[in-house]
């Protein structure tokens, strides 16, 4: 959402880490509700991210010790470049 509608009330939800808005009263109250908050991790799942970007910081950090989780932590850096590169 770029714009509130000046006077229109609004309720807000808590669910999965997620705060939500939406508009109380008819006729917005066919809008969905839009994310306004929360914690990052929840907010990451809640827009279909796989990550939050404290888990990827974490993830390289494990990959340091872990041999294996480097080498196919590599490999997908590797594919997201041609990916990219190819668009």
């Given amino acids: ?5 000046p006077g229109e009330p609004l309720i807000y939800e808590r669910a999965d880490g997620v705060v939500y808005a ?3 009263d008819p006729p917005h109250d ?3 509700r839009w994310i306004v908050g ?4 929840g907010v990451a799942r809640a827009q279909g991210s796989l990550l939050e970007y404290g888990s990827w910081v974490d993830l390289c ?3 340091e010790q872990y041999p294996t989780l480097k080498k196919q932590l590599d490999k997908t850096v590797q594919l997201y470049y041609i990916i990219k590169d190819g668009k």
């Fill in 30 to 32: 066919t809008i969905p």
């Fill in 38 to 41: 929360g914690d990052p991790a």
């Fill in 22 to 24: 939406r508009y109380r």
């Fill in 61 to 63: 950090k494990l990959a």
């Fill in 1 to 5: 959402m770029s714009k509130l509608l």
